[in-house]
C-alpha cells in the first residue's frame, strides 16, 4: 500500500501529569478507537488504560532502549492502515521523551500526525509564574555532566528573558545549587513540585531562599529564572 490516503494516522495523546482527572474527553474517546497504543513503558501504559476502563487495546512498548528497532514495525502498521495513539508515561508525549525518531519518519513517509493536547507541566508551571513569561528561554533538561551543565548555564547568565529549566527529580538540589553558584544566590526563581499532585507545592524567592527551603527533597519539578540580568549577588 503506497497511496498516502490510505494509510492510517498516528495520534499523539497528552495524557495526565500526575492528577488522573486531568485527561481530556477526547484523548479517551481516542484512546478507544485506535487499533494500538504505542507506550514508553509497559507496566505504565496498562495502568492508564485500566483506569480508563479501557481493555483489550494492544500496547507497544517504544522508548530510549528500543525506539530505533520498533519504529520500522509502527510504520508498517500505521502504512497497512492502522491507526495508533503515541502516548507517554505523563504529559505530552516527544516534548521531552521518546517519539522523535518516529515523528521524523511520518513526515518522511507523509502519514498524518494529529495532536490530542491535554495536561502539561511546563504551561501548568507557566499559569502560576508571577515573572514576565511574555518571552522565555526554554532550556529543558540539562546534560547529566557537571562541567557540560555549568557551560550550558553560563551561556545565559545575561539573558533578556526568563529561563525555564527541568531536570530529574533526584538532581533538584544540584540544579538550585549550580544556579545558585553562577547567577547569584539573590536570583529571583520560582519553583513548581509535583503540579496536579496532592504534594504540590510552588516556591517564589531567591534561589537562596528557596534552596533553603527545599532541602533535599526529590520531586517532578519546573524551575524558571527571572531575567538573570536582574541577579543580586
Known sequence: MTDPNQFGKL?????PIGNPQDITLRAIETLKTVDAVICEERKDGSRLLKQLEITGKPLIELNEHNEGDMIQQVLIDLMNGKNMALISDCGTPVFSDPGK???KLMSE???QVVPVP???SLMAALSLCPFDMENFTFLGFLPPKTEQRSAVLQKYKLSDNPIILMDTPYRLAKLLDEVSKIFG???QIFLALDLTL???ATYLGTVQDVAAQV???KA??????DRPQRRRF
Open 215 to 217: 532541602q533535599a527533597r
Open 185 to 187: 544566590r539573590q536570583q
Open 198 to 200: 496532592p504534594s504540590e
Open 11 to 15: 495520534f499523539i495523546v497528552a495524557t
Open 118 to 120: 491535554g495536561a502539561s
Open 109 to 111: 513517509m507523509r502519514i
Open 220 to 225: 517532578e519539578f519546573i524551575l524558571i529564572l
Open 101 to 103: 525518531q518516529l515523528l
